[in-house]
């Protein structure tokens, strides 16, 4: 996993005046797998065992019938390199040597296959192991190479492996439908039964390269006939709490996703109701250990509100209306961002419909980014591509009016070499129906406060530029919405008691009415101290419950 993410919740929610959470000491560590269900990253392993080493006599250990014996002696002085290595961070590498033979001075090189090389001596007594860390300024595929001389015993050894960071950057793709099990397109037509699931190739669909590491997909269930909830990762084991999205009998719900591709370039949508249900999912971007567009968070920007008129021109957007968004140079998006993140809601409709965001200059794909009922406030987390003059463009897919928000969380550009580290699937960190492993006791988060929650170690200088989360709000007796935004203070500040309270937002990461369970994607800052706070902005109490899908890292 990656260096300092520690991920404990802390203990209670807080409203006016934070306090240092209930007495539970100092911030308890989970360990390397706390709650049930797959395992955090950094697990994967990259390794050239000892018996690739190639062996040679070492060149200039002598001349003539000298270097004849140098030569003999040399193939008989055993000489091996045994490599193994770990991704700790998103662009760096953590590299173990275990140099075995005759006792002997060594000379050791490490070529980390961007130009950067490390040299070290040694006096070996027959063994020498060491850990060796490296940061690549870019995502890749890198062949390292290690050159061991034995300078006593006149032979040289080389051994390499090919390591892939465990970050990757974002590439925009226009909205397209990859899945729609209605009709039968990427698999059979007919729904998923319950308890099933079903597998989507990814890799090689709509021009999404072989070699993917992970897709943002906008996933839909509809035609549901009872409740249940829906998890997409790569295999078809390993999280067995987490949940991308939930729905109910008669709804049409949709969630954004970023998951994981699988080794044979799929990923599988599992049913995780007892009644079969129709699945759609729709892709709007890659991502790859390739250089592309890093990520950045921003405070959340409200970029439009049909209500009051911001961004577009005040009023309901007609039916089968669409408006432009300028993005591009606005509320901290530079000119040249590759893709904005959304918060993207829809309030007041006349009549049931959905909203489709798509990159400026095209025609309107046939996808959804956010689908609703009569009088439903819904929102959803997007991925826009931006088109070539800056903008995005909102269709209304009803018939009749809507209103339209949408706050900017964050952009991708060419310049930020922020990546994405993924897991393997929707991670259970908090369930605040349940005690947590953080040490914070189960019960709702009041009306009108928030909960902070600790995602990295005790650090004021954390190294996550940004969290992806899987956020759900459930027993619900009224209408709200909830915030997520960083928290301004560190862990230490709330034991000392000195933490300050934080500024409530004012924008939304999801709605919600009475009695309903809401799902919703979120890509927030930690801040400094690695922090978030969620922020219940209704007036009665909710359950959270909140997952772990990746994070991003320019380290």
Do not use: C
């Not at 669409?322 to 040249?336: E, L, Q, Y």
């Not at 203070?489 to 369970?517: C, E, F, H, I």
């Amino acid at each position: 996993m990656a260096a300092g993410v520690v991920l404990v919740p802390t203990a209670a929610a807080h409203a006016a005046g934070p306090v240092a959470p209930a007495a539970h000491g100092a911030a308890a560590s989970p360990g390397a797998n706390p709650g049930t269900g797959g395992t955090l990253p950094g697990g994967k392993t990259f390794s050239s065992p000892a018996d690739r080493t190639v062996r040679t006599p070492l060149p200039g250990s002598g001349a003539g019938a000298a270097t004849a014996r140098a030569q003999d002696a040399s193939r008989d002085a055993y000489l091996a390199i045994d490599l193994e290595a770990t991704a700790p961070t998103a662009h760096s590498i953590d590299l173990r040597t275990l140099v075995t033979g005759e006792p002997a001075e060594l000379d050791i090189t490490i070529a980390w296959g961007d130009g950067a090389t490390d040299r070290l001596t040694a006096s070996s007594s027959g063994s020498d192991w060491r850990n060796t860390v490296h940061k690549y300024a870019k995502v890749g595929t890198y062949p390292v190479t290690v050159t061991v001389k034995d300078t006593t015993n006149g032979v040289q050894a080389v051994n390499q492996l090919d390591f892939v960071t465990s970050g990757s950057e974002y590439t925009p793709h226009a909205p397209t439908r990859l899945l729609d099990t209605r009709g039968g397109l990427g698999a059979a037509q007919a729904k998923v039964a319950g308890r099933g699931s079903v597998v989507l190739k990814v890799a090689g669909a709509a021009k999404v390269p072989a070699g993917v590491r992970a897709v943002a997909l906008n996933v839909t269930a509809t035609n549901a006939t009872g409740a249940g909830h829906v998890v997409v990762q790569p295999h078809s084991y390993g999280f067995d709490e987490g949940s991308n999205l939930n729905y109910v009998a008669g709804q049409t719900v949709a969630n954004q996703v970023i998951v994981p591709v699988g080794e044979d370039g799929s990923v599988q949508l599992i049913n995780g109701g007892w009644e079969a249900v129709d699945l759609i999912a729709d892709v709007t971007g890659y991502f790859t250990a390739s250089t592309a567009s890093g990520y950045t968070t921003l405070d959340p920007v409200r970029a439009v509100d049909t209500r009051e008129g911001v961004g577009t021109a005040k009023g309901q957007v007609p039916g089968y209306g669409t408006f432009g968004v300028d993005i591009a140079g606005r509320g901290g998006v530079p000119k040249g961002a590759t893709a904005v993140a959304l918060n993207l809601t829809a309030t007041n409709p006349r009549a049931a419909g959905h909203l489709t965001a798509y990159p400026s200059g095209q025609a309107a794909p046939a996808t959804s980014s956010v689908n609703f009922a009569a009088g439903q406030t819904v929102a959803n987390s997007v991925i826009v591509p931006i088109g070539p003059d800056g903008k995005i463009t909102v269709r209304n897919g009803s018939w009749d009016r809507a209103d339209v928000v949408a706050d900017v969380v964050g952009y991708y550009s060419t310049d930020s070499r922020s990546a994405l580290v993924s897991i393997g699937g929707p991670y259970r960190i908090m369930d605040t129906r349940k005690d947590s492993w953080g040490g914070r006791k189960a019960g709702p988060i009041p009306a009108r406060t928030f909960l902070p929650v600790r995602l990295d170690g005790d650090t004021t200088n954390s190294d996550i530029d940004g969290w992806v989360l899987n956020t759900t709000v459930t027993n619900t007796t009224g209408t709200g919405f909830l915030s997520v935004a960083a928290d301004p203070n560190t862990w230490p500040d709330y034991l000392k008691g000195t933490a300050v309270t934080p500024q409530r937002p004012v924008s939304s990461s999801l709605n919600w009415t009475a009695g309903a369970t809401v799902p919703n994607l979120v890509q927030t800052s930690g801040g400094k101290g690695g922090m978030v706070d969620f922020w219940n902005q209704g007036w009665q109490d909710i359950d959270l419950v909140f997952d772990l899908l990746g994070w991003y890292q320019t380290v």
